[in-house]
């Protein structure tokens, strides 16, 4: 996410934002930002990963304003209160992704919080296909088929074997791209209708660059006029979306070369 971390900062500022949940901090590239946020204005960074990397957990040692909570998004929440902002870049799958919202939804209003949460990876590849680290933590009647070793191209449904954007065997793909309860936007778009038909609310804004940000936050906030003004100019923007397109063929056609797909 540290690619939109002007806008996030200057979204953090509009929402007055203080204490921060991150579930996902990988190399903690965003979460570098995020605590000196939170540093600054009084605040907290929580951030949420059951196996970070090494330098992630270097980086921790140093820090006396961050805490590191080493579980599944979903087992962490009960530790969690008065967040100011959840930042959602966990595990890419409609199980998790709705879940999360649902329990990120339930703190807030707990708490008399308005919601606020920016997610990553609505856009493909996982917006429409779920993504799995660790299939069997997923129940199986939410669980599509996958596969750890085959890659997903745009505009393809099906996957291909040892072609395309592949984890390799660290994570796998759904069978197929589309249909109900499949990939981050999917889930994203049944967590507000429900919220909606419950009579709350939200505001939803999407940025379609770098595999896609999503924002999501209450539509009644103080401070909502002004969010949406500052996300207004990116908010589907067709320019940007094409040069994400642009930016992935590239990364596609390096892959082929570099899986022997394209001669040489």
């Known amino acids: 996410m540290s690619e939109f971390s002007d806008i996030i900062t200057n979204a953090m500022d509009i929402a007055n934002v203080s204490n921060i949940a991150e579930i996902g901090a990988e190399y903690g590239g965003m979460t570098t930002i995020l605590a000196k946020h ?8 929580f951030s949420i990963d059951p196996n970070p990397k090494p330098e992630f957990l270097a980086w921790l040692d140093t ?30 799958n409609w199980f998790t992704v709705y879940h999360e919202l649902k329990a990120i939804s339930a703190a807030c209003q707990r708490d008399e919080k308005p919601l606020f949460a920016i997610l990553h990876d609505v856009c493909w590849p996982a917006g429409r296909r ?36 592949r984890g390799m065997g660290h994570f796998g793909w759904a069978l197929h791209e589309g249909g109900e309860r499949n990939g981050v936007k999917s889930a994203v778009e049944d967590f507000i209708n429900e919220a909606e038909a419950h009579g709350q609310p939200l505001a939803y804004a ?33 320019l940007i979306a094409k040069l994400e397109k642009n930016r992935l063929a590239n990364y596609l056609t390096v892959l082929d070369w570099q899986d022997g797909v394209l001669g040489h």
């Open 130 to 165: 779920d993504m799995y680290y660790a299939p069997e933590a997923i129940p199986e009647e939410f669980r599509h088929d996958y596969c750890m070793k085959s890659g997903a191209k745009p505009g393809q449904s099906g996957l291909f074997r040892q072609q395309g954007m």
């Open 63 to 92: 820090q006396n304003t961050v805490s590191h909570i080493a579980k599944p998004s979903l087992e962490a929440f009960t530790s969690l209160s008065n967040i100011d902002l959840w930042m959602v870049d966990g595990d890419h």
């Open 38 to 45: 939170a540093a600054s204005h009084n605040g907290r960074l």
């Open 206 to 238: 999407e940025i379609p660059a770098v595999f896609g940000l999503g924002i999501i936050f209450d539509a009644a906030a103080p401070w909502a006029e002004d969010l949406s003004n500052l996300l207004l100019p990116f908010h589907d923007n067709p």
